[in-house]
């Protein structure tokens, strides 16, 4: 199986950027399809972004569009969530994700993902 751990969340003021990584370990990082999705207090987890195993193809949730910007380097096992014009309705602990790549890549919903990180916490103020 594949670890992941994120890092880069903080405090941020209103329209301000961060850069969230997630390092993974464990087993080949380019078999994975890798999501990113967030949870704010009392609400569900949410889709944020997804790209598949290469790094071709990448989808993004409709309140992020535009402003965040998910990639990978598979080099170094790692996959990022550049965060921009960032929103106090941003804020949230933001979990990574990874999903085997074989089969369809359904990757909206986080029953899709096998395996998730800890989290990290996004805090944006007004």
């Known amino acids: 199986q594949v670890q992941v751990v994120e890092s880069g969340g903080g405090l941020v003021q209103a329209g301000g950027s961060l850069r969230l990584s997630c390092a993974a370990s464990?087993?080949?990082?380019?078999?994975?399809?890798m999501g990113w999705f967030r949870q704010a207090p009392g609400k569900e987890r949410e889709f944020v972004a997804a790209?598949?195993?290469?790094?071709?193809?990448?989808y993004y949730g409709d309140s992020v569009k535009g402003r965040f910007t998910i990639s990978r380097d598979n080099a170094k096992n790692t996959v990022y969530l550049q965060m921009n014009s960032l929103k106090p309705e941003d804020t949230a602990v933001y979990y990574c994700?990874?999903?085997?790549?074989?089969?369809?890549?359904?990757?909206?919903?986080?029953?899709?993902?096998?395996?998730w990180g800890q989290g990290t916490q996004v805090t944006v103020s007004s």
């Open positions: 464990g087993r080949t990082f380019s078999n994975y399809h």
């Open positions: 790209i598949n195993w290469s790094g071709g193809r990448t």
């Open positions: 994700s990874a999903k085997y790549y074989i089969g369809s890549f359904q990757y909206r919903r986080p029953a899709d993902y096998a395996y």
